[in-house]
Structures are given as C-alpha cells and as structure tokens.
C-alpha cells in the first residue's frame, strides 16, 4: 500500500453529514437509515455508533449500548478529520452517552445539529429511559439547531399533554434552547397529517395526505434528509419541505417484509431521489 500523499486536487470539501444513532439490524432505521438517506441526497455520510439492536418489523428483541469511551472515540476521530457541517442524533441509549456526545459537541458552534429525540421505536418498545431524558434536554435540546419530536416525543419533552395546541407544544420546546421546532403530526387523527416548523420569528405548517400503513425508519430517515440538505447548504426553512416532501413519496412505495407488520421504506428505488 502508498503512503503517498494525495495530490492538492485530491483534497475535496464534499457536502459531509453525521449520523449518531443506533444499529438496527433489519437495515430499516438508525444508522443504516441514515447513510442511506445521505446517499440518496448525494452527501458523504459518517457514523457514530452509540448502541446495536436486535430487530426487524415485528419488533426490538435486546439492544446493547457501547461504552461512553467507545462512542467519543468514533465522535472525535470523525470530527478530526472529515468536513462535517451537519449532524443528526437519534437513538442515544442513555444518559452518560448522552452527556458525553453533548459535551464533545458542545465546542463545534459551526456544526448545524438535528436532535431527533428518539424515545419509542415504532413497534412500541421503549428506547430511553427518565434519567437519559432529562439528560437530553438540559443538554442536548440547547446545542440543537432543530428538534424533530412527533407529537408524544413532544409531551415527555414539555411536561404538556400530547394533544396541546401544536404552537404551544413548539413553543415550549424553544425555551427549551433548541432554535428551531418540527413538530411531526403523524399521531394525531385525521385524513392528512399537519407537521409544525417553528422558530421564534417563524411557523410554516406543511401539510400532506395521510398514508394508512405503519412504516419502519420514518422518523430517523427524514430528519437524516434535513441534515443532508443543511449539510449541502439549504436554509432550514428549505431543507425541511424538501425533506418532508421525499418522505411521503417513500412513504408512498413502502413495502412490507415476509413475516413483520411494519412496512419498509424503499431506498432502493432511485426514482425516489431528491
């Protein structure tokens, strides 16, 4: 193998964005969502590790947590070297990760960071405990540029009943220290779905049509399209129609395993693209 040094035109800034999640095994979520959501959005994808899990779309059978020493060594060898601009967290496992990742990040105040504040796996099995979320938000939840609850994510967030007025539910979680909201409505009723983009000066509601079938990945997958949009330099008020958009045209051609009853986004399917 060359030791050589790459030639000067080797070296390219290419659009570069962060996962730090978990594995999920049948491929439909956490870290494998993610790279292939940066993928198709045309960004160099990195990883952290932070827990591996036991599932497919029948449901989460164990999950086991790196060590705290393993997850900032993966944090601070990505961060060393590759042009990150962008970061997304999701399933963080539990408070001393939490506080290790949030404190390694808290000096990159050039890095636009989604927190996608993953609580329960959509086959209902519960991903963080009390201690990891109080953790989350006294500091996660302030170095974030957005929060991606859905709408019971957003009650154990606030301390408000989930079916509160959407704006104070978003407005609750600006004090908490994030800078901006997307307030996911798929949990509510109804034949469309409501989802809440807010800022203190700003709120954009995008609506879409509802599909009637319960999908694996849905929540890691977009808020890994809106970090790979900031990655590549959209504006949060742009990356977040875009990346809601192409979710619901996944969403669309969704597809259901041999044997589990959660349906399966179609990252295969190139037409899909952004």
């Not at 990346?243 to 399917?269: C, E, H, N, T, Y």
Request: charged share 15%.
């Amino acid at each position: 193998m060359s030791n050589r040094t790459p030639p000067e035109d080797a070296r390219q800034a290419r659009p570069s964005a962060l996962t730090i999640a978990g594995s999920d095994s049948c491929g439909g979520a956490g870290i494998q969502a993610d790279l292939k959501t940066f993928s198709a959005w045309q960004v160099e994808g990195a990883s952290v590790l932070t827990a591996v899990t036991a599932q497919n779309t029948s449901g989460v059978t164990r999950v086991e947590a790196l060590s705290a020493g393993m997850v900032a060594a993966q944090l601070e060898a990505v961060l060393a070297d590759l042009p990150v601009t962008a970061a997304k967290t999701g399933m963080l496992a539990n408070a001393s990760l939490i506080d290790t990742i949030a404190g390694l990040l808290a000096s990159r105040s050039g890095l636009a960071l989604v927190v996608d504040p993953v609580m329960v796996a959509t086959s209902g099995a519960r991903l963080l405990d009390g201690e990891a979320e109080t953790v989350l938000i006294e500091r996660l939840l302030p170095l974030a540029a957005l929060v991606t609850p859905n709408l019971p994510e957003a009650a154990v967030l606030t301390g408000l009943p989930a079916d509160a007025e959407p704006e104070r539910l978003a407005d609750a979680l600006l004090n908490k220290g994030c800078r901006a909201v997307l307030l996911k409505g798929g949990h509510a009723g109804g034949a469309g779905v409501e989802d809440w983009l807010v800022t203190p000066n700003h709120r954009l509601k995008l609506q879409h049509a509802r599909v009637n079938r319960r999908v694996h990945g849905t929540g890691c997958s977009l808020s890994a399209a809106i970090t790979a949009g900031l990655a590549s330099g959209q504006s949060m008020s742009a990356a977040v129609p875009a990346a809601v958009d192409w979710l619901q045209r996944l969403i669309a051609g969704s597809w259901l395993p041999k044997a589990g009853d959660l349906a399966m986004l179609p990252f295969s399917d190139r037409s899909l693209d952004p």
